[in-house]
């Protein structure tokens, strides 16, 4: 009967992994020359892991720093959100916890491995669609909690973490992340009253938000609805 793993190597295993491949990235992440770095063999990873995409996986997802682990621990003291001002002064206060750079420095990664698991989806793919969905049910969740309808929440979270997204990798190009920082106050300035639901407008009781294209309901029409 094979010996069960040592918890405690394998927690240990895993930050000096996650150290290496923020230090090496992952286009050239060998087995064999990270086992030596890491004084062991290939074979134990193996044993440890399974696969190195676990691995790589397991390594980032059990860092504290993450800033939705740190957003879940917030919300759990405090409580979520009870209005549309409240969710701006949380997205702002996370938009900060991007800025610093322990965070920063993991943003190349989390792009290499989405453009990876878009020529190789099954490397890692399974990660990155875990994390953008569990920061867009986290929202979706905060949304609801505002009073939006459930189909509505989850439009409303995919269309603010989809770009926040964009503006967290644009700068790793560009350089400029006073720039996404502009950006991303821009874009909760246009976001923002959208969330701001109020039982007054028709279009709300639907879920959905009268366009301004459309004409304003007659009398009798809304003795209707």
Known sequence: MPRPADPAKRRELLDRVRAYVLRNGLADLSLRPLARSLGT????????????????????????RRPLLRVRED???AGPP?????????????????????????????????TTSLLHPDRYGPLMR???????????????????????????ATLLVDTVFG???????TGDWARATTAFRLLL?????????????????????????????????????
């Open 41 to 64: 063999s290939d074979r134990m990873l193996l044993y440890y892991f399974g696969t190195k995409e676990r691995m790589v996986s397991e390594a980032l997802a059990i860092d504290e």
């Open 75 to 77: 919300l759990a003291a």
């Open 82 to 114: 009870r209005d549309a001002a409240a969710q701006r002064r949380l997205l702002e206060e996370l938009w900060l916890r991007f800025d610093t750079p322990d965070i920063r420095a993991t943003l190349p990664l989390y792009l290499e491995m989405m």
């Open 130 to 156: 875990d994390l953008l969905s569990e920061w867009t049910d986290l929202m979706a969740t905060l949304f609801s909690g505002l009073g939006m309808p459930e189909a509505r929440a989850r439009h409303e």
């Open 167 to 173: 503006l967290l990798f644009a700068p790793l190009a």
């Open 189 to 225: 300035d246009r976001l923002e009253p959208g969330w701001r639901t109020t039982s007054e407008d028709p279009g709300m009781r639907s879920g959905r938000r009268r366009s301004t294209l459309e004409p304003e309901p007659r009398a009798d029409e809304e003795e209707l609805t």
